[in-house]
DNA sequence: ATCATGACTAATG
DNA sequence: CCATTAGCCATGA
């Protein structure tokens, strides 16, 4: 097992996520069916504008994977950036119901 | 407090 | 289009 996974496995309890990370949850929760928002945009939406990257990590190890729809993030240069699930997963729920 | 990390972004070559 | 650089920020050790 490696480092990620335990940290992973220790954040299962919203109770050791940040305000930070609650509210990108929540931000990222919030994107609409079908709609795509970028990393800044998550930022901003978190209090924090310009925290793109903090907002990768958060997506990284949130423990909500399928839950929230962080497949539903992606670069503000309009790529698909990236998932913890692997990019295919990740395309393939966006031309589900993004393109749809 | 300090350091390393990364699903970012913009600029440059 | 790809590689590099530099700025950016939250998180965990």
């Not at 335990?6 to 990370?21: A, E, G, H």
């Not at 310009?50 to 990284?60: F, I, P, T, W």
């Amino acid at each position: 097992m490696t480092k990620k996974e335990i940290y992973r496995n220790k954040i299962k309890n919203t109770s050791d996520l940040t305000k930070f990370q609650k509210k990108v949850l929540l931000a990222v929760l919030g994107i609409p069916r079908g709609e795509v928002r970028s990393y800044s945009w998550v930022a901003g939406k978190a209090g924090s504008p310009g925290a793109s990257r903090a907002v990768g990590q958060v997506l990284k190890i949130n423990p909500y994977a399928p839950q929230v729809p962080c497949h539903r993030v992606i670069s503000s240069d309009g790529s698909i950036g990236g998932y913890s699930g692997g990019l295919t997963r990740k395309r393939r729920l966006l031309k589900k119901e993004e393109l749809k």
